[in-house]
């Protein structure tokens, strides 16, 4: 498994903005079908946010972020990036970022994981 390493994460008041990094080794980006974000908060399962086919660039995001979170890729640096805006209390929590094979913004199915990155959101 390899190690990716986000950045980005802090606290802002509702209505604001951040951008999230995840930078991964090459080997790992290369291989994998797949990059995304992932939130989790106490109480409640990891949920996706956001992810992007590598190859392709399409991209996935729930009804509760779209319009609102955007997913990009710097092929060049092995690195996705999560822009968001107009940021909401409830989006308060830890992001994670993945990468792997599957097909599916599903924590389940991918293999590499960040450690993680907070973000607090206050209204």
């Known amino acids: 498994q390899a190690q990716l390493v986000e950045s980005g994460g802090g606290s802002v008041q509702a209505g604001g903005s951040l951008r999230l990094s995840c930078a991964a080794p090459e080997y790992a980006y290369t291989s994998s079908r797949l990059m995304g974000w992932f939130r989790q908060t106490p109480g409640k399962e990891r949920e996706g946010v956001a992810c992007i086919f590598i190859a392709g660039g399409g991209t996935y995001y729930p009804d509760s972020v779209k319009g609102r979170f955007t997913i990009s890729q710097d092929d060049a640096r092995n690195t996705v990036y999560l822009q968001m805006n107009n940021l909401k209390p409830e989006d308060t929590g830890m992001y994670y970022c993945?990468?792997?094979?599957?097909?599916?913004?599903?924590?389940?199915?991918?293999?590499?994981w960040g450690q993680g990155t907070q973000v607090t959101v206050s209204s």
């Open positions: 993945a990468a792997g094979n599957s097909d599916y913004c599903l924590p389940d199915s991918l293999r590499h």
